[in-house]
């Protein structure tokens, strides 16, 4: 039998897991600024990825643990707060008026880099930077949460594979770096045990014991296949399309997936509970995610168009069919600003006041003609 305590905490984990995925990939949808995975960057992903994991590793083996920390707990502190604030901001905009939610953002640099912000983006701001600030001073596991859900969440939102193709490529060849980092070697759990910053997710596995113990899940493993489930929602955004239906579309393949990466969370932390050992999620997770999209294309009948799924070449196709419709044309003609027309109006105004000192300088002619024809 499972002890109270500890089923909770499994079950606060997978929640905890699957809440941003869902979050951060429907705002993906209303992204303009994504930065988008190439296949190259798929497959190097993995090698820069255990060049990172093992230099942590012997920084924690080398040096003091309170140094390393100290230093990534402020680097991740920056980011962490700034992630908190874009993802605290769309739960806050509702609560202000609305010339304040559609006030336009202003500009300020700084290190010749350019930041917009807005009186809500400030507001969002300071709340993040008092959670950052009680991270830091209580080091408390649900501040920590906050600011690791908050990585999720943007992470998740920001980054795009581009193709199905990348990944699976990004899935696989991190599939054997989780098993190969962690089965056959103690660098990943000694890493995992050593870093103290904000990239793990916890929840105490007895919440009323004097010395807790904890439960954990690595971002990654919430980031990863977060933004293969957020590339599902898009393809199916794309589906949806060429049906021309707009409001409430059918998600078969982020439904799909995302039941899938609770059945990979699932066991995950059954496998882990009956050896007694860690176990690296990617080794459950990717089989779960890529096989429920495939199942899903299999049952659909959609193969071939998930396979060679981009959203490169579908946006192009999307352009095309705006550029050949003429109502979608002068429905962007109306949208463009009013300034455009102003040069015209300024020279019609301008064409308009040569008229009459054109008519003036006729009657003048007019009027010298008839003044010589009576002198004659």
């Not at 739960?91 to 350019?114: G, R, W, Y």
């Not at 190969?180 to 103290?196: E, H, L, R």
């Not at 609770?262 to 089989?287: E, R, S």
Request: glycine share 6%; proline share 4%; net charge positive.
């Amino acid at each position: 039998m499972i002890e109270f305590g500890i089923l909770v905490a499994y079950v606060a984990i997978i929640v905890m897991a699957m809440v941003p995925i869902w979050i951060g990939s429907h705002q993906s949808l209303e992204q303009k600024m994504v930065e988008t995975m190439k296949a190259k960057d798929a497959y190097m992903f993995p090698v820069v990825g255990s060049c990172v994991l093992f230099g942590l590793y012997l920084l924690f083996k080398l040096f003091s643990k309170e140094y390393i920390n100290m230093l990534l707990t402020l680097y991740f502190l920056v980011f962490g707060v700034m992630a908190v604030g874009a993802t605290l901001r769309p739960f806050i905009a509702p609560f202000f008026s609305k010339s304040l939610q559609d006030e336009k953002p202003k500009t300020f640099s700084l290190f010749s880099v350019a930041f917009e912000w807005t009186v809500i983006d400030i507001f969002a701001l300071v709340l993040a930077t008092g959670i950052g600030a009680w991270y830091v001073l209580t080091k408390h596991w649900i501040a920590n949460n906050i600011l690791g859900l908050a990585f999720s969440i943007q992470g998740i939102a920001l980054l795009s594979l581009g193709s199905f193709q990348t990944g699976c490529i990004l899935l696989c060849g991190l599939f054997v770096y989780d098993i190969f980092w962690v089965f056959g070697t103690d660098v990943m759990v000694t890493v995992a045990k050593s870093f103290d910053a904000p990239v793990k997710l916890l929840w105490p596995k007895d919440v009323f014991a004097e010395q807790l113990h904890f439960s954990m899940l690595g971002l990654g493993d919430i980031v990863i296949p977060g933004i293969f489930i957020a590339l599902m929602l898009r393809f199916d955004v794309v589906r949806a399309r060429k049906q021309k239906v707009k409001k409430n579309f059918p998600k078969p393949y982020f439904n799909f997936t995302y039941v899938g990466y609770f059945l990979g969370m699932a066991t995950t932390i059954g496998v882990m509970h009956v050896f007694k050992a860690a176990q690296p999620a990617l080794l459950y997770l990717v089989p779960y995610c890529i096989g429920s999209s495939v199942l899903a294309a299999l049952l659909l009948g959609e193969v071939r168009e998930l396979i060679f799924f981009s959203e490169e070449k579908s946006e192009e196709k999307q352009q095309k069919k705006t550029d050949s419709n003429p109502e979608k044309k002068a429905k962007k003609a109306k949208k463009q600003p009013k300034e455009a027309n102003a040069p015209k109006k300024q020279s019609k105004e301008a064409n308009g006041a040569q008229k009459p000192k054109a008519k003036a300088n006729g009657e003048k002619k007019k009027n010298k003609k008839q003044a010589t024809t009576k002198a004659k």
